[in-house]
């Protein structure tokens, strides 16, 4: 009666659940399974998401490298996967303000808000003050309406 359902892996949503702390020891991820994923699926560009490279997806890419990128500093592991993951950010990061660019529901919120974290996290993100302005102004436009 019941068939297996085959699911696609989301970057983005290994991510968020490879960042949630083990309940004996908050110090540890809950999740060490998601982790070890992220590690082994960074592109050969420096990004997760999705694999095929539509342009007008760029912004899919950014917010599911953003949140690999976050999971593997909160556990202090894949330092040169963080590394290529702020090099891919960096040299994408204009896509943001391009209007070609379909982004995924909420990355507006997302996205800037992710910034922050990463910025608790000790992240120096290789974004211009003046595009991180635009970028949470973007988004407190948005709260607002």
């Known amino acids: 009666m019941f068939n297996k359902v085959e699911l696609s892996v989301s970057s983005y949503d290994t991510a968020w659940v490879a960042m949630v702390p083990s309940t004996a020891n908050p110090n540890a991820p809950f999740f060490p399974q998601c982790l070890n994923w992220l ?16 342009p007008s997806f760029m912004n899919e890419a950014l917010l599911s490298t953003l949140a690999s990128v976050l999971a593997l500093k909160k556990w ?65 436009i948005e709260l607002r309406r």
Do not use: M
């Open 39 to 54: 590690l082994d699926n960074q592109h050969f560009d420096g990004s997760w998401g999705l694999p095929s490279r539509d």
């Open 76 to 140: 202090g592991i894949g330092e040169d996967q963080v590394n290529k993951g702020l090099q891919f950010i960096n040299s994408n990061i204009a896509s943001i303000e391009d209007e070609k660019q379909q982004p995924p529901i909420g990355f507006d919120l997302l996205f800037p808000s992710l910034i922050e974290y990463g910025q608790n996290l000790g992240i120096n993100f290789p974004i211009s003050a003046t595009s991180l302005e635009a970028i949470i102004h973007k988004r407190d």
